[in-house]
């Protein structure tokens, strides 16, 4: 089975090394796709240099910031053009521990999950070294988001997941709406309407050590307000279920 690890970035310079050498060396073998949106760093020269030595490294370079959404679209499109079997987001940050995709992975290849989401709040609250006022933003938004839409989903905002080629196929990502940090929110939903097994597997979040958030209180708004327009539109939407 092969996999394919997602990796957007933006100024990255200070983690792309070191992300990109922990993920090569885990016992399951991974690909990595970086789309880096013409880091001002040299964060894709970096990676360029890196793929002499590393095989399993491919990058795509998009002219500027376009959005993480897109940066994703883009991401899958490339990996279904190609055999891959699960494909995977994830962080350049090391919020997300580069050893969770073996559990992941596990969740779908070996227990028969679809989608296999890394959450920080399956098992209580799992986040180190942020405020207190990200958390219950984050963990509030997450409550929101199950009320509005009826997920039985903790963590609905998680960007570490793992997804089962055939999911892809069907959801077709070009067609999400979102484009920010509402777009994840917006593709556990699909899968969800879709009848796919989504399981959640326990994770520890631990906030960047090296560089700069790109999360802000506009873009998490952007991301509730979307909320009430996906369910607005999944009223008037078709969803087959398998």
């Given at each position: 089975m092969s996999n394919i690890v997602i990796i957007p970035t933006y100024k990255e310079r200070e983690n792309i090394e070191a992300i990109i050498k922990a993920i090569s060396t885990l016992s399951v073998p991974f690909d990595i796709l970086i789309i880096d949106d013409n880091s001002p760093d040299g964060t894709a020269d970096i990676v360029k240099s890196m793929q002499l030595s590393f095989p399993n490294l491919h990058l795509?370079?998009?002219?500027?910031?376009?959005?993480?959404?897109?940066?994703?679209?883009?991401?899958?499109?490339?990996?279904?053009?190609?055999?891959?079997?699960?494909?995977?987001?994830?962080?350049?940050?090391?919020?997300?521990?580069?050893?969770d995709l073996v559990r992941l992975y596990a969740a779908c290849n070996v227990d028969g999950a679809d989608l296999a989401i890394g959450s920080r709040y399956i098992s209580g609250v799992n986040v180190?070294?942020?405020?207190?006022?990200?958390?219950?933003?984050?963990?509030?938004?997450?409550?929101?988001?199950?009320?509005?839409?009826?997920?039985?989903?903790?963590?609905?905002?998680?960007?570490?997941?793992?997804?089962?080629?055939?999911?892809?196929?069907?959801?077709?990502?070009?067609?999400?709406?979102?484009?920010?940090?509402?777009?994840?929110?917006?593709m556990k939903f699909a899968a969800w309407k879709l009848g796919?097994?989504?399981?959640?597997?326990?994770i520890i979040f631990t906030d960047r050590r090296l560089g700069a958030s790109k999360m802000t209180g506009g873009i998490f708004n952007e991301a509730l307000w979307g909320v009430l327009r996906m369910k607005l539109r999944s009223i008037f939407t078709g969803y087959p279920k398998r």
């Amino acid at each position: 089975m092969s996999n394919i690890v997602i990796i957007p970035t933006y100024k990255e310079r200070e983690n792309i090394e070191a992300i990109i050498k922990a993920i090569s060396t885990l016992s399951v073998p991974f690909d990595i796709l970086i789309i880096d949106d013409n880091s001002p760093d040299g964060t894709a020269d970096i990676v360029k240099s890196m793929q002499l030595s590393f095989p399993n490294l491919h990058l795509l370079e998009r002219p500027g910031k376009m959005g993480l959404g897109t940066a994703y679209i883009t991401g899958f499109k490339w990996a279904l053009e190609r055999t891959y079997d699960y494909i995977y987001e994830m962080d350049a940050d090391f919020s997300h521990d580069p050893r969770d995709l073996v559990r992941l992975y596990a969740a779908c290849n070996v227990d028969g999950a679809d989608l296999a989401i890394g959450s920080r709040y399956i098992s209580g609250v799992n986040v180190v070294n942020w405020p207190l006022s990200r958390v219950l933003m984050s963990y509030i938004a997450s409550i929101y988001v199950r009320i509005i839409t009826g997920m039985r989903i903790m963590d609905t905002t998680a960007g570490f997941k793992c997804y089962r080629r055939e999911v892809l196929e069907n959801i077709r990502p070009a067609q999400i709406k979102s484009k920010g940090y509402g777009f994840q929110i917006e593709m556990k939903f699909a899968a969800w309407k879709l009848g796919y097994k989504v399981v959640e597997v326990p994770i520890i979040f631990t906030d960047r050590r090296l560089g700069a958030s790109k999360m802000t209180g506009g873009i998490f708004n952007e991301a509730l307000w979307g909320v009430l327009r996906m369910k607005l539109r999944s009223i008037f939407t078709g969803y087959p279920k398998r």
